[in-house]
Nanobody
Framework: QVQLVESGGGLVQAGGSLELACEAS????????MGWYRQAPAKERELVAS???????NYGDSMRGRFTISRDNARNTVYLRMNSPTPDDTAVYYC?????????????????WGQGTQVTVSP
């Protein structure tokens, strides 16, 4: 079983900056994709950013150019740097990590979600 612990959420002023972190732990064999999603009240969950094992990134349209995703493979941690957020970025942010757990050759796929961290951007 793989657990995710998120940190860094809170209140930030528009135009400021905030960094989220998500650390994966457990019997991890390898991690492939890591990403962040968000869900605002009365809205569907949407992709914020993702990063694959090779460092390739993908961003939601409204986040591109403002947010930066990165990962530290040695620490099984993914980060999201939010620059110049606006009140429209207010949401619960969820970390998602995909990979294989267990001990080779007895590995299984996992797709884990964090508990979510609230980000509130004030005008």
């Amino acid at each position: 079983q793989v657990q995710l612990v998120e940190s860094g959420g809170g209140l930030v002023q528009a135009g400021g900056s905030l960094e989220l972190a998500c650390e994966a732990s457990g019997n991890i064999y390898t991690i492939n994709g890591m990403g962040w999603y968000r869900q605002a009240p009365a809205k569907e969950r949407e992709l914020v950013a993702s990063i694959n094992s090779g460092g390739g990134t993908n961003y939601g349209d409204s986040m591109r150019g403002r947010f930066t995703i990165s990962r530290d493979n040695a620490r099984n941690t993914v980060y999201l740097r939010m620059n110049s957020p606006t009140p429209d970025d207010t949401a619960v942010y969820y970390c998602n990590v995909k990979g294989y757990s267990g001990n080779f050759p007895h590995v299984t796929v996992f797709d884990s979600w964090g508990q979510g961290t609230q980000v509130t951007v004030s005008p």
